[in-house]
T-cell receptor, first 115, second 115 residues
Framework: AQKITQTQPGMFVQEKEAVTLDCTYD???????LFWYKQPSSGEMIFLIY??????QNATEGRYSLNFQKARKSANLVISASQLGDSAMYFC????????????FGTGTRLLVSP | GAVVSQHPSWVICKSGTSVKIECRSL??????MFWYRQFPKQSLMLMAT?????????EQGVEKDKFLINHASLTLSTLTVTSAHPEDSSFYIC???????????FGQGTRLTVV
């Protein structure tokens, strides 16, 4: 079974600085993917970035990038140039073995960006 | 990107009544939909998988008679919380996948409060 661990319940960062949110995972599948979602206080889940286990390069999407270290089973999210609007819950997730679109989520990290 | 609309966004109901939550895929056919539940300050937990035209598959510990799921068309799945109790108060969020099954798109979520 898949398992996602996010060890940081909360993180603080000053505006314009970079922040790294940690995510480790455990799976026996040879091929898998990792997702990061942002959940603002309104509740919707906003897709941020995806990394496939066989992707040669770390994924990047604008200010978001993934520090994917397969050997360490970690997929940390790096947010560069933090903005006040980045304050939210962030969840790391990966598909269940049986379905790519059915997700197992980590416990989340609450990010607060201060002026 | 694909749009999933969930309605209502919030609802308050009396204990003992039933509440129906709708999840619609607006611009694609959703062969599979997923219903998640999120308690305050916790992660999303998968409740059930809804397949168009067939019975839903419930995760362990989820009462299928309490959480009725209907996926009668390729664009609509409904979750009915029957005989709601205060402990059912939670955030319910759906996701939908198209025939390619490569990604799931989330609705906005429904915040249910049972008084």
């Amino acid at each position: 079974a898949q398992k996602i661990t996010q060890t940081q319940p909360g993180m603080f960062v000053q505006e314009k600085e970079a922040v790294t949110l940690d995510c480790t995972y455990d799976t026996s599948d040879p091929s898998y993917g990792l997702f990061w979602y942002k959940q603002p206080s309104s509740g919707e889940m906003i897709f941020l970035i995806y990394q496939g286990s066989y992707d040669q390069q770390n994924a990047t999407e604008g200010r978001y990038s993934l520090n994917f270290q397969k050997a360490r089973k970690s997929a940390n999210l790096v947010i560069s140039a933090s903005q006040l609007g980045d304050s939210a819950m962030y969840f790391c997730a990966m598909p269940w073995s049986t379905g790519f679109q059915k997700l197992v989520f980590g416990t989340g990290t609450r990010l607060l960006v201060s002026p | 990107g694909a749009v999933v609309s969930q309605h209502p966004s919030w609802v308050i109901c009396k204990s003992g009544t039933s509440v129906k939550i709708e999840c619609r895929s607006l611009d694609f056919q959703a062969t599979t939909m997923f219903w998640y539940r999120q308690f305050p300050k916790q992660s999303l937990m998968l409740m059930a998988t809804s397949n168009e035209g067939s019975k839903a598959t419930y995760e362990q510990g989820v009462e299928k008679d309490k959480f009725l799921i209907n996926h009668a068309s390729l664009t609509l799945s409904t979750l009915t919380v029957t005989s709601a109790h205060p402990e059912d108060s939670s955030f319910y969020i759906c996701s939908a996948s198209d025939r390619t099954n490569t990604e799931a798109f989330f609705g906005q979520g429904t915040r249910l409060t049972v008084v």
